[in-house]
């Protein structure tokens, strides 16, 4: 550093994490493994666009997939943004969509002071659709219909397409009879569930271009934190908001999204991975930043999570590393019961202090633990 040049906060960023915040036109994909300090590198850089490069804070919107994320996120962008960050909309896909449906949805049919119903209240509803239909819940329960209604929405199927893809099937027919009569019923309540609110407002944008060109223009820079567990629905929603015109009439895509395909795991759940495995060919001149080094782990725990993921067929090639220390070896234990496994894992957090140790598990085996 230069004798006397006051030490900015850009000066803390590695070159990759630098290259990301600076890179202020066109489309930016950052394939941040873990550790690779992501959420900073998002925060400086809605710093940067509104401190070097004049962007309103109200031109910005960050995405992030859940409350808790939308909430780290905002202490950290009021914190270095200070002045003006409040009119930076820092929030979740579904938070997002509500406060737009809350203005425009009157452009669809529904009433600006739409209830939006909770699992709870779509189970009630589902009971009272299926008992409308004959339909006999013992064969086809609930949870199944409004499963299968839910991935319809996550891929932007209404009830008419649903019916046309059923066919003949005669379970796929009554899911597509109750989506229809649940959603007329929604409806004539005035009210949405939780995957409406996505599909909605894709549907608003679709077909109101005032409601979209408004949008397009008050969000001049959007950010997409964990794009790999994006869906078809939330994609279509960013491509549509992020397609805007500039003052020459081009599209400039200032879309920045944060992601890394190796660490998408929640399929499951209607995430699509070709959403960024394919992101370069939906949006033309996408600059590609590895976000490389690993600032959590140590470098036992790094090369060996390498030599896993490796494996995987489709991805971007990356090599991740760390400037940490190598740390113990990681061990491998075959377990025949989860009464082995347990009184392991006891052994080894009463030799430690147990708020140092963290236990992941695929299933509910947790809930037993403490009768160890």
């Known amino acids: 550093?230069?004798?006397?040049?006051?030490m900015s906060i850009y000066d803390t960023l590695n070159?990759?994490?630098?290259?990301?915040?600076?890179?202020?036109?066109?489309?930016?994909?950052?394939?941040?493994?873990?550790g690779s300090g992501k959420t900073r590198v998002l925060t400086h850089r809605i710093a940067y666009l509104i401190e070097h490069r004049n962007v309103n804070p109200w031109n910005i919107l960050a995405i992030t997939f859940t409350n808790k994320a939308a909430k780290e996120m905002r202490e950290r962008v009021d914190q270095i943004v200070g002045y003006g960050a409040d009119d930076i909309w820092v929030s979740t896909f579904h938070s997002t969509c509500v406060r737009i449906l809350r203005r425009f949805i009157d452009r669809i049919g529904y009433e600006r002071s739409f209830t939006i119903y909770d699992t709870d209240d779509q189970k009630a509803l589902m009971r009272e659709v299926c008992k409308s239909l004959n339909i006999d819940t013992k064969r086809i329960p609930e949870k199944n219909i409004l499963g299968a209604i839910s991935r319809a929405?996550?891929?932007?199927?209404?009830?008419?397409?649903?019916?046309?893809?059923?066919?003949?099937d005669y379970i796929q027919k009554k899911y597509a009879m109750a989506?229809?009569?649940?959603?007329?019923?929604?409806?004539?309540?005035?009210a949405l569930d939780f995957d409406d609110l996505i599909f909605r407002t894709v549907e608003l944008f679709t077909l109101d271009k005032e409601a979209l060109t408004y949008y397009q223009n008050r969000f001049r820079y959007i950010m997409?934190?964990?794009?790999?567990?994006?869906?078809?629905a939330q994609f279509k929603l960013i491509h549509l908001l992020a397609s805007g015109l500039n003052e020459?009439?081009?599209?400039?895509?200032?879309l920045c999204v944060v992601g890394d395909?190796?660490?998408?795991?929640?399929?499951?759940?209607?995430?699509?991975?070709?959403?960024?495995?394919?992101?370069?060919?939906?949006?033309?001149?996408?600059?590609?930043?590895?976000?490389?080094?690993?600032?959590?782990?140590?470098?036992?725990?790094?090369?060996?999570a390498g030599k896993f993921i490796i494996r995987n067929q489709k991805r971007y090639a990356k090599q991740h590393y760390t400037l940490n220390d190598i740390?113990?070896?990681?061990?491998?234990?075959?377990?025949?019961?989860?009464?082995?496994?347990?009184?392991?894992?006891?052994a080894k957090i009463s030799r430690k202090d147990s708020g140092s140790c963290g236990i992941l598990f695929r299933n509910g085996i947790s809930a037993i633990l403490p009768a160890v």
């Open 1 to 6: 550093r230069q004798a006397g040049r006051k």
């Open 15 to 34: 070159p990759e994490q630098k290259e990301a915040v600076l890179h202020d036109k066109g489309p930016l994909l950052i394939l941040a493994g873990a």
């Open 153 to 168: 929405k996550d891929e932007l199927i209404s009830p008419e397409e649903f019916d046309k893809r059923a066919g003949s």
């Open 179 to 190: 989506y229809k009569e649940y959603q007329k019923r929604l409806k004539s309540s005035n």
């Open 224 to 232: 997409v934190d964990e794009y790999q567990d994006t869906n078809t």
């Open 248 to 254: 020459y009439g081009e599209k400039e895509y200032n």
């Open 261 to 304: 395909d190796d660490q998408s795991i929640y399929k499951f759940r209607g995430a699509n991975i070709q959403n960024i495995l394919s992101f370069e060919k939906a949006f033309p001149n996408t600059k590609v930043i590895k976000l490389e080094q690993n600032y959590r782990s140590t470098k036992n725990i790094v090369d060996l």
């Open 327 to 346: 740390g113990p070896r990681p061990v491998c234990r075959v377990f025949f019961n989860d009464r082995e496994l347990l009184e392991f894992i006891y």
